[in-house]
């Protein structure tokens, strides 16, 4: 067998990273993703080739240590700007972290949990799957209709670590799929329809996740039926990279802040601009 190779992934620090990987894996299928004491496994699916990382900490040299198999080589110089991505490495914490300690409530929670950072995504569609999945559901109701999705429309994939062997679903699959396939998974209609017709336009081209037009994506995005501003914001957050995005209706911030309605959850975090989804993510951390 071949030897994987490594790369090297430097970040500024600090990095919670273990709660990091606990939120992929904790919101994710076994199949694609898993935890082995503190590394983060992983399958990947680029173009058409398949293959699988594992990511560790190496906290005294302030970098991420990964492992990639042989398999994608054609596709390193991608591979590694994505996990740049995934694991928000550009992010600056001291930065960040200055500007919300302002905030009474955050201010402990960081205290507590310095180095927390968005939970990216390696595709945008992934991410945006896994949103609508989540409306209005639990966690753990949620991960369970993700975890169907891969069985049903994910490609098999070898990998040394047991379970670990299906890549996350693929766009063409769901795009081409009967629509009472995707609603036997557990969907009601029209649900099913939004993920349908994401995935439709997604690869017909007339929406496209990867442009740099946040803006856009989202006016795209909210024109779909089933896609509101929670979906977009949370989408938004973790697949577009916006650092000022909150889903202000989201009942886990209101609970966390004691507030009663996204309006008011709007105006008590207009102070933490533009670091809005880091107030969220630790928000998010202290109610697991």
């Given at each position: 067998?071949?030897?994987s190779?490594v790369l090297?992934?430097?970040?500024?620090?600090?990095?919670?990273?273990?709660a990091?990987?606990?939120f992929?894996?904790?919101?994710g299928?076994?199949?694609v993703?898993?935890?082995m004491?503190?590394r983060?496994l992983?399958t990947?699916?680029l173009?058409?080739?398949?293959?699988w990382?594992a990511?560790?900490?190496d906290?005294?040299?302030?970098?991420?240590v990964?492992e990639?198999s042989?398999?994608l080589?054609?596709y390193?110089?991608?591979?590694?700007?994505?996990l740049?991505t995934?694991?928000?490495l550009?992010?600056?914490?001291?930065?960040?972290?200055?500007h919300?300690?302002?905030?009474?409530t955050?201010r402990?929670l960081?205290a507590?949990?310095?180095?927390?950072?968005?939970?990216?995504?390696?595709?945008?569609f992934e991410?945006?799957l896994?949103?609508?999945l989540?409306?209005?559901?639990?966690v753990?109701?949620?991960?369970?209709?993700?975890?169907?999705?891969?069985?049903?429309f994910?490609k098999p994939?070898?990998?040394?670590?047991?379970?670990?062997?299906?890549?996350?679903?693929?766009v063409?699959?769901?795009?081409?799929?009967?629509l009472?396939?995707i609603?036997?998974?557990?969907?009601?209609?029209?649900?099913?329809?939004?993920?349908?017709q994401?995935?439709?336009?997604?690869?017909?081209?007339t929406l496209d996740?990867?442009?740099?037009?946040?803006?856009?994506?989202?006016?795209q995005?909210?024109?779909?039926?089933?896609i509101?501003?929670?979906?977009?914001?949370y989408?938004?957050?973790?697949?577009l990279?916006?650092?000022?995005?909150?889903?202000?209706?989201?009942l886990g911030l209101?609970?966390a802040?004691?507030l009663?309605?996204?309006m008011?959850?709007?105006?008590?975090?207009?102070?933490?601009?533009?670091?809005?989804a880091?107030?969220?993510i630790y928000l998010?951390?202290?109610?697991t």
């Amino acid at each position: 067998m071949e030897k994987s190779i490594v790369l090297y992934l430097h970040y500024h620090p600090p990095l919670a990273w273990h709660a990091l990987i606990s939120f992929f894996c904790s919101r994710g299928s076994f199949r694609v993703e898993q935890l082995m004491a503190d590394r983060y496994l992983r399958t990947i699916q680029l173009d058409d080739h398949t293959g699988w990382v594992a990511a560790r900490q190496d906290a005294e040299h302030n970098q991420i240590v990964v492992e990639v198999s042989p398999s994608l080589a054609p596709y390193l110089s991608c591979l590694q700007r994505r996990l740049h991505t995934l694991f928000d490495l550009d992010a600056e914490p001291a930065i960040i972290e200055a500007h919300l300690n302002n905030d009474k409530t955050l201010r402990q929670l960081i205290a507590n949990n310095s180095g927390l950072r968005v939970p990216r995504t390696l595709d945008a569609f992934e991410l945006s799957l896994r949103a609508i999945l989540g409306q209005q559901v639990t966690v753990k109701a949620a991960t369970t209709l993700y975890s169907r999705f891969v069985t049903a429309f994910g490609k098999p994939v070898e990998t040394p670590f047991p379970g670990l062997d299906r890549t996350a679903p693929v766009v063409d699959a769901i795009a081409n799929a009967k629509l009472q396939t995707i609603i036997d998974l557990g969907l009601t209609q029209r649900r099913a329809l939004t993920i349908q017709q994401l995935a439709q336009r997604i690869k017909e081209g007339t929406l496209d996740l990867e442009q740099e037009n946040r803006i856009e994506i989202l006016r795209q995005l909210l024109e779909l039926p089933g896609i509101g501003p929670w979906t977009a914001q949370y989408i938004a957050m973790r697949a577009l990279g916006d650092p000022n995005a909150i889903p202000e209706s989201d009942l886990g911030l209101m609970r966390a802040l004691q507030l009663k309605n996204p309006m008011e959850v709007r105006r008590r975090t207009e102070k933490w601009q533009p670091w809005r989804a880091y107030g969220a993510i630790y928000l998010w951390h202290h109610l697991t």
